[in-house]
């Protein structure tokens, strides 16, 4: 009966610098992880509160096109004379639905400004988060090139884009 024999390859051995790369690449692709999901939040907020902001400009648009229609009622009934029975009464009810309607067109643009604002805020978190996650990106990378290379300067590389690419997207939590 043939006895099993147990090879050792030769060249194999034991990596703890290669490890704890792998454990680096590791951690690197749990916060890339985190980054690109806050991204993508990010981008989806821009994007609700710009078409919040638009559907604001078109009620504000809506407001304005019935306050220059009244103001054309007024007109048409100054020219035509207030000799009529109601005209009087309808100036009234037009002058007060002028200053209604001017009212709530401010109201309308400042809540449409707002939400402008709040987009730009969206947007401007959401290119923060792009860009940590770009260096993230390629701070795994040029990381994992150290199993190709065996050369150190890689995950020496790889760190620094991680690390700036973290604070960069973590930054992104700040913009207010």
Known sequence: MPEL??????????????????????????????????????????????????????????KRMKFHSIE?????????????????????????????????????????KKKEAESEVAEQRALRFDLGEGLLEIGLVMTSLYFISRKKLFPVGGVVAALLGAVIGVSGYFVH
């Not at 806050?38 to 504000?60: C, G, L, P």
């Not at 005209?87 to 709530?104: G, H, I, N, V």
């Open 5 to 62: 024999e147990v090879h050792h390859e030769e060249g194999e051995h034991h990596d703890p610098f290669g490890q704890r790369v792998g454990v680096l690449a590791g951690a690197i692709a749990v916060v890339l992880a985190v980054i690109t999901i806050s991204s993508h939040r990010a981008h989806t907020a821009a994007v609700m509160e710009r078409s919040a902001a638009n559907d604001q400009w078109s009620f504000y648009q809506a």
């Open 72 to 112: 054309l009622g007024r007109e048409l009934i100054a020219v035509l004379g207030t000799t009529s029975p109601g005209a009087a009464d309808m100036l009234k009810r037009y002058q007060s639905e002028q200053q209604r309607y001017d009212k709530e067109s401010e109201e309308i643009q400042g809540e449409a």
